[in-house]
């Protein structure tokens, strides 16, 4: 075979035809490029051999030993045939076991020597089950570090083991290099063709760290020099300036912005009284008034002469911004507008075309604002809410709606700023650290199930006195496969607890636009005492009289997660508390949540939690367009990520010197990246 192009179809590799190759597609695998950066998710060490001697019960190892019988078979029964040799090393004897395999008599030869790998039996006879071996003068799979891959229906481990090998020795030495002679000697990263043959085969562990090492920096390298280069063309393109003075609409606030809020008015101010595009995430704990902030953006932008897009993750929350925002611009002769997509047909075909014609200044919505039939007349500014839930590429559909618009990002989840600079390299952030006066702490328990009488009475206590409660439940349906409580089984509960019916509102995500809207503002009204919910109302409701948070399975939660729940209450005068019942005793999950016990700063909850779970589970499944990586782990590999982030800043500002050919390649990693790992949900 001559040398294959690493974008050849991997049908190029004998033994793979059509069939094997539409199977190597589930697991994403088309070319031998695929193939090869399909990474082993562990490996075996099967380097060295024990001793017979040596040997403990139940451990898998090698043994490297002579056959010393021939092989017997006994037939035990009609389905079962049992074959044994014994095998000797001079420290002792072992014997091998094999069932039902009618080749072995012909594969193993009296006198000669082999290695064997595979679980070790010390009683009730010293015997080693099913092993595998070779020849010692022919190792293949065994006598080295093994990489265990992910697989899928009709690829085995072995098919994929050898696909990979044919694939390494056919491209062995002819793999291009990716990264920049100058960049792999500042940071000491190996040579491609060592770290991919190393990283499937390695050589020995230092090999395989080495190997690793040079991926992983590839991988975070690649990602955030795509994120800079973002960042600095969106800087520099030309955008509205935005010069109106805010201080109007700071007088007419029934409060005093903090010192925190009128920082970061001050920065965006700044950032968009020039005419270079912001581009800023306002990063806030709950209840720290980000929504404020965001309204002095738009006002400054309407005042201007342009128009702002809304956008938040939900209807709910899309209109509680609507009817807050409208109050807060009443007096200043704004219009504002919700695009729901619950509107009727004739409206929304109005709301559009006073969009368009410019009627319209502020436009608040879910992300039905992305919609191609949305048009803007002047488009100045974009507002998101909740970023976390929109990826990188539907902020890019927000704005492409005007004319490099600027943007303002505003994030409830407190993200560690080693994790921002990763999902939100592309932004400059502004931190609003600081809570209005006044607000209490809220006072958290975590309790078991025996606590629910005492609960429910303290519950009754709240609403006597005119409270209102949530209480959160993590699934809608009931479900035989777990236990945990449903919405729907929860409220029977409750009223045979005690609880009026007519009391009682359910939240949850199955429910349509209007319904959702019809609970939630009978909540607000105080015509529900309780409301029954997922987590749908998780962001930004705010209901101030409500003072109890209570969460049932709150083990199934994660620690920011229980943060934002927390924030619902303590947002009025009164004394506020938030329960969490879980129905696991396990010590574990009573001391991750006793976190929330003590710590009422989402940003140290946040960091902890990151701790906990890593970053794929502390923003859920791919909600968030953070990039799939392969190797790198945002976990692990933050110590690595300073380096690429230096590396990425380097890289850009050209201090290192590199050929067009090694500028070109990089650049083509990077759209490769943008399109296959940025995600839009
Ligand atoms: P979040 O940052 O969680 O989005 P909001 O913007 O919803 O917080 O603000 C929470 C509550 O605090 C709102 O009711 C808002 O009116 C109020 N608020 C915001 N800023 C201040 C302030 N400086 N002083 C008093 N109350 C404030
Ligand atoms: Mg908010």
């Given at each position: 075979?001559?040398?294959?192009?690493?974008?050849?179809?991997?049908?190029?590799?004998?033994?793979?035809?059509?069939?094997?190759?539409?199977?190597?597609?589930?697991?994403?695998?088309?070319?031998?490029?695929?193939?090869?950066?399909?990474?082993?998710?562990?490996?075996?060490?099967?380097?060295?051999?024990?001793?017979?001697?040596?040997?403990?019960?139940?451990?898998?190892?090698?043994?490297?030993?002579?056959?010393?019988?021939?092989?017997?078979?006994?037939?035990?029964?009609?389905?079962?045939?049992?074959?044994?040799?014994?095998?000797?090393?001079?420290?002792?004897?072992?014997?091998?076991?094999?069932?039902?395999?009618?080749?072995?008599?012909?594969?193993?030869?009296?006198?000669?020597?082999?290695?064997?790998?595979?679980?070790?039996?010390?009683?009730?006879?010293?015997?080693?089950?099913?092993?595998?071996?070779?020849?010692?003068?022919?190792?293949?799979?065994?006598?080295?570090?093994?990489?265990?891959?992910?697989?899928?229906?009709?690829?085995?481990?072995?098919?994929?083991?050898?696909?990979?090998?044919?694939?390494?020795?056919?491209?062995?030495?002819?793999?291009?290099?990716?990264?920049?002679?100058?960049?792999?000697?500042?940071?000491?990263?190996?040579?491609?063709?060592?770290?991919?043959?190393?990283?499937?085969?390695?050589?020995?562990?230092?090999?395989?760290?080495?190997?690793?090492?040079?991926?992983?920096?590839?991988?975070?390298?690649?990602?955030?020099?795509?994120?800079?280069?973002?960042?600095?063309?969106?800087?520099?393109?030309?955008?509205?300036?935005?010069?109106?003075?805010?201080?109007?609409?700071?007088?007419?606030?029934?409060?005093?912005?903090?010192?925190?809020?009128?920082?970061?008015?001050?920065?965006?101010?700044?950032?968009?009284?020039?005419?270079?595009?912001?581009?800023?995430?306002?990063?806030?704990?709950?209840?720290?008034?980000?929504?404020?902030?965001?309204?002095?953006?738009?006002?400054?932008?309407?005042?201007?002469?342009f128009q702002v897009a809304f956008m938040a993750p939900t209807e709910i929350l899309a209109a509680q911004h609507y009817n807050t925002l409208q109050k807060l611009f009443a007096p200043h002769?704004?219009?504002?507008?919700?695009?729901?997509?619950?509107?009727?047909?004739?409206?929304?075909?109005?709301?559009?075309?006073?969009?368009?014609?410019?009627?319209?200044?502020?436009?608040?919505?879910?992300?039905?604002?992305?919609?191609?039939?949305?048009?803007?007349?002047?488009?100045?500014?974009?507002?998101?809410?909740?970023?976390?839930?929109?990826?990188?590429?539907?902020?890019?559909?927000?704005?492409?709606?005007?004319?490099?618009?600027?943007?303002?990002?505003?994030?409830?989840?407190?993200?560690?700023?080693?994790?921002?600079?990763?999902?939100?390299?592309?932004?400059?952030?502004?931190?609003?650290?600081?809570?209005?006066?006044?607000?209490?702490?809220?006072?958290?328990?975590?309790?078991?199930?025996?606590?629910?009488?005492?609960?429910?009475?303290?519950?009754?206590?709240?609403?006597?006195?005119?409270?209102?409660?949530?209480?959160?439940?993590?699934?809608?349906?009931?479900?035989?496969?777990?236990?945990?409580?449903?919405?729907?089984?929860?409220?029977?509960?409750?009223?045979?607890?005690?609880?009026?019916?007519?009391?009682?509102?359910?939240?949850?995500?199955?429910?349509?636009?209007?319904?959702?809207?019809?609970?939630?503002?009978?909540?607000?009204?105080?015509?529900?005492?309780?409301?029954?919910?997922?987590?749908?109302?998780?962001?930004?409701?705010?209901?101030?009289?409500?003072?109890?948070?209570?969460?049932?399975?709150?083990?199934?939660?994660?620690?920011?997660?229980?943060?934002?729940?927390?924030?619902?209450?303590?947002?009025?005068?009164?004394?506020?508390?938030?329960?969490?019942?879980?129905?696991?005793?396990?010590?574990?999950?009573?001391?991750?949540?006793?976190?929330?016990?003590?710590?009422?700063?989402?940003?140290?909850?946040?960091?902890?939690?990151?701790?906990?779970?890593?970053?794929?589970?502390?923003?859920?499944?791919?909600?968030?367009?953070?990039?799939?990586?392969?190797?790198?782990?945002?976990?692990?590999?933050?110590?690595?990520?300073?380096?690429?982030?230096?590396?990425?800043?380097?890289?850009?500002?050209?201090?290192?010197?590199?050929?067009?050919?090694?500028?070109?390649?990089?650049?083509?990693?990077?759209?490769?990246?943008?399109?296959?790992?940025?995600?839009?949900?």
């Open positions: 075979m001559t040398t294959p192009e690493l974008t050849s179809s991997i049908t190029v590799l004998s033994g793979v035809g059509e069939k094997r190759a539409a199977a190597f597609s589930r697991l994403g695998i088309v070319t031998l490029a695929d193939l090869l950066s399909h990474y082993p998710r562990a490996y075996e060490n099967r380097e060295n051999c024990k001793k017979i001697i040596e040997l403990s019960h139940e451990e898998t190892v090698s043994v490297r030993g002579v056959v010393s019988s021939s092989v017997k078979t006994n037939i035990i029964r009609k389905n079962l045939r049992v074959s044994t040799v014994k095998v000797s090393d001079g420290t002792g004897f072992l014997e091998m076991v094999w069932f039902n395999n009618r080749f072995i008599e012909n594969r193993l030869k009296k006198g000669e020597t082999y290695v064997f790998y595979g679980k070790v039996q010390l009683t009730p006879k010293k015997q080693m089950h099913t092993p595998i071996f070779e020849r010692p003068e022919e190792q293949k799979q065994l006598g080295r570090i093994m990489p265990i891959y992910p697989l899928t229906e009709g690829i085995t481990a072995s098919i994929l083991t050898d696909c990979v090998a044919r694939a390494l020795d056919a491209c062995r030495g002819q793999i291009k290099e990716s990264l920049p002679a100058a960049l792999r000697n500042a940071f000491k990263l190996c040579e491609i063709n060592f770290a991919l043959e190393n990283i499937h085969f390695p050589a020995n562990e230092e090999a395989y760290r080495i190997a690793r090492r040079r991926l992983a920096f590839e991988e975070l390298f690649l990602f955030q020099t795509a994120l800079f280069s973002l960042k600095k063309r969106q800087n520099s393109s030309h955008a509205p300036r935005l010069s109106a003075d805010m201080q109007p609409f700071l007088n007419s606030l029934p409060f005093t912005p903090t010192g925190a809020q009128r920082r970061v008015m001050d920065e965006i101010g700044r950032d968009v009284s020039n005419s270079n595009m912001m581009n800023r995430l306002i990063c806030g704990d709950v209840g720290s008034g980000k929504t404020v902030v965001a309204a002095a953006a738009v006002y400054m932008a309407v005042k201007s002469g002769n704004i219009t504002v507008e919700l695009l729901s997509g619950s509107l009727p047909a004739r409206q929304k075909r109005e709301t559009l075309a006073r969009i368009q014609d410019g009627t319209t200044h502020l436009v608040v919505g879910t992300h039905a604002l992305l919609s191609d039939d949305v048009a803007f007349n002047k488009l100045g500014l974009a507002v998101t809410d909740e970023q976390h839930r929109f990826g990188v590429e539907q902020r890019r559909l927000l704005t492409d709606k005007g004319e490099n618009p600027h943007v303002l990002v505003m994030s409830a989840t407190p993200i560690p700023r080693t994790l921002a600079l990763i999902i939100y390299g592309d932004l400059d952030v502004s931190v609003i650290d600081e809570l209005p006066p006044g607000r209490q702490k809220i006072d958290t328990f975590a309790v078991g199930e025996s606590y629910r009488k005492r609960i429910y009475d303290f519950l009754k206590k709240e609403i006597s006195q005119g409270r209102q409660a949530y209480i959160v439940c993590p699934l809608v349906e009931e479900s035989d496969v777990t236990e945990l409580q449903s919405v729907t089984a929860y409220i029977k509960k409750l009223e045979q607890s005690g609880f009026p019916a007519a009391s009682i509102g359910i939240l949850h995500g199955k429910l349509k636009g209007a319904e959702k809207d019809a609970v939630m503002s009978a909540f607000k009204e105080g015509r529900l005492s309780l409301l029954v919910a997922t987590t749908v109302i998780e962001v930004g409701v705010d209901v101030p009289n409500a003072t109890i948070m209570l969460i049932e399975n709150a083990e199934r939660f994660g620690l920011s997660q229980l943060h934002q729940l927390r924030g619902r209450v303590g947002r009025g005068s009164h004394k506020s508390y938030c329960i969490l019942l879980s129905q696991s005793s396990q010590n574990a999950a009573m001391a991750r949540l006793s976190v929330m016990k003590k710590e009422s700063d989402g940003f140290k909850i946040a960091e902890e939690d990151l701790k906990q779970r890593g970053p794929g589970e502390f923003f859920g499944t791919r909600q968030h367009g953070l990039p799939a990586f392969r190797i790198a782990s945002l976990y692990t590999d933050m110590a690595l990520l300073e380096q690429t982030t230096k590396a990425a800043r380097d890289f850009l500002n050209q201090r290192f010197p590199c050929s067009d050919v090694e500028k070109k390649l990089i650049t083509e990693k990077i759209d490769a990246l943008f399109n296959n790992h940025v995600t839009i949900n």
